[in-house]
């Protein structure tokens, strides 16, 4: 087995908890947007909202994993110097740190936004029952795909506002903990 492959000896504790607390932030937040613009109970919510942000932290820490041991050795020593001691020692890395932050916000948009749109329809018991009446008018499939595009475009603005929301709570953290 290839020396990229092994797993790493020192886990970033402090990142872990930070990811925690992230997640423990994230998620009060998420259920509030999801219960106001979804209309779901807070319990149903509450759900998704845990769902959606315990399942995107596990993909991003593997995403984070796989990917670190490809890494050139000036970004790990960036990384691990910011991991334990809160600091950078290039300026350059300032530049790489928005650029990986844009695409780390829009990656778990998407993550969540297909999680829960797979809870979703996995949950629906509609989905699971056939249809009594296979004949249906065109204009009731216009009307059912309109309504189904409509709800896709609200799951959308909702899963972005919350994320929005939950990212800016996190980034106001960070700036606290940076000072």
């Not at 009731?140 to 909702?158: A, E, G, H, P, Y």
Request: one cysteine or more; glycine letters at 2%.
């Amino acid at each position: 087995m290839p020396e990229s492959w092994m797993l790493p000896r020192i886990f970033p504790i402090g990142g872990i908890l930070f990811d925690f607390l992230f997640v423990l932030i994230a998620i009060p937040i998420e259920a509030y947007v999801l219960h106001s613009r979804l209309k779901f109970d807070k319990k149903t919510s509450t759900f998704y909202a845990i769902s959606i942000n315990l399942f995107s932290s596990v993909i991003g820490w593997f995403i984070f994993f796989v990917s670190e041991p490809f890494l050139s050795i000036q970004i790990k020593s960036e990384l691990i110097n910011y991991m334990f001691f809160n600091n950078f020692k290039s300026s350059n890395t300032q530049t790489l740190i928005i650029l990986t932050a844009c695409i780390i916000f829009f990656a778990t948009f998407l993550i969540k936004f297909l999680i829960l749109r797979g809870l979703l329809i996995s949950l629906n018991e509609s989905f699971a029952k056939k249809e009594e009446d296979p004949q249906t008018s065109q204009r009731q499939r216009w009307r059912r795909f309109s309504s189904i595009k409509f709800q896709n475009t609200n799951l959308v603005t909702t899963i972005l506002i919350a994320n929005c929301l939950s990212y800016t709570a996190i980034t106001i953290i960070l700036l606290f903990r940076s000072k």
